[in-house]
């Protein structure tokens, strides 16, 4: 499985750096990260310039998940589900976007298989990033049958 997660913003705390790479060690599945800043101090220049650089990165073939707050909670089984089904339709590749302070546009919604939510509260980016990885982490794992995920 390739994973891209396209995301706003670079980190910059190294406890994040650390966690996140933790992770990116752990898995078996091929994850590539791709940060993207806008230059634009202007709130509205810099969200469209930051959405049309995540409009680039989005690859022809790929299944495409776009991060939202008015997305679908999933509950780890049934995300581990997800990955399972496009691996048995013999999808390979799967994006994740995730958008700045302002979210991302309809274009991008609009192109995503799946919106997805970690729920109602509102995350910092960077832990959202985290989270993210530790939840495919954890997907990988339940295909394996390891026991990282308990019921």
Known sequence: MNIDIIAIG????????????????????????????????DQKKMHDDECAQLIKNLSDGATIIAMDERGNTLPSRDFADKF???????????????????????????????????????WPHMLARIMLLEQIYRAQQILKNHPYHRD
Request: charged residues 30%; proline residues 0%; hydrophobic residues 35%.
């Open 10 to 41: 670079r980190m910059k705390n190294t406890a994040h750096i650390e966690l996140f790479q933790d992770y990116l060690r752990r898995m078996d599945w091929n994850v590539r990260v791709k940060e993207i800043e806008s230059k634009h101090k």
């Open 84 to 122: 399972q089904n496009w691996q048995n339709e013999g999808l390979s590749h799967v994006q994740f976007f995730i958008g700045g302070a302002d979210g991302l546009n309809d274009q991008i919604r609009k192109r995503a298989e799946l919106l997805l939510s970690f729920g109602k509260q509102t």
